[in-house]
């Protein structure tokens, strides 16, 4: 069973980082994509930023400028750094992954995430 376990949640002020940590050492894909969501309780889980293996990334506009996301393949871990942290970037993160599907080419597709962890928790308070 793949398992994936962030850490790093912590609190912090306002202005504030944050580095959180995605073990994915059980992702052994050639082509993968991966990412971070956040969800309040109540709310619906909101993606934040995704990566693959094909260079792509994106991120949610209420965060671009802001975090960073990053995978270092060596230790098969993903990262979010988190820096000038909001009130608003209250919530509880997950990272999830799964495998690219190839469309056709070098064209590739990421299905959705069947892969996730159990969250880790990210207080700001000011």
């Known amino acids: 069973q793949v398992q994936l376990v962030e850490s790093g949640g912590d609190s912090v002020q306002v202005g504030g980082s944050l580095r959180l940590s995605c073990d994915a050492s059980?992702?052994?894909?050639?082509?993968?994509?991966m990412a971070w969501y956040r969800q309040i309780p109540g709310k619906e889980r909101e993606r934040v930023a995704t990566?693959?293996?094909?260079?792509?990334?994106s991120y949610a506009d209420s965060v671009k400028g802001r975090f960073t996301i990053s995978r270092d393949n060596a230790k098969n871990t993903l990262y979010l750094q988190m820096t000038s942290l909001k009130p608003e970037d209250t919530a509880m993160y997950y990272c999830?992954?799964?495998?690219?599907?190839?469309?056709?080419?070098?064209?590739?597709?990421?299905?959705?995430?069947?892969?996730w962890g159990q969250g880790t928790q990210v207080t700001v308070s000011s």
């Open positions: 999830a992954a799964d495998e690219l599907r190839r469309i056709s080419g070098d064209r590739w597709f990421c299905p959705g995430y069947i892969y």
């Open positions: 990566i693959d293996t094909e260079g792509n990334s």
């Open positions: 059980r992702i052994t894909y050639t082509h993968w994509c």
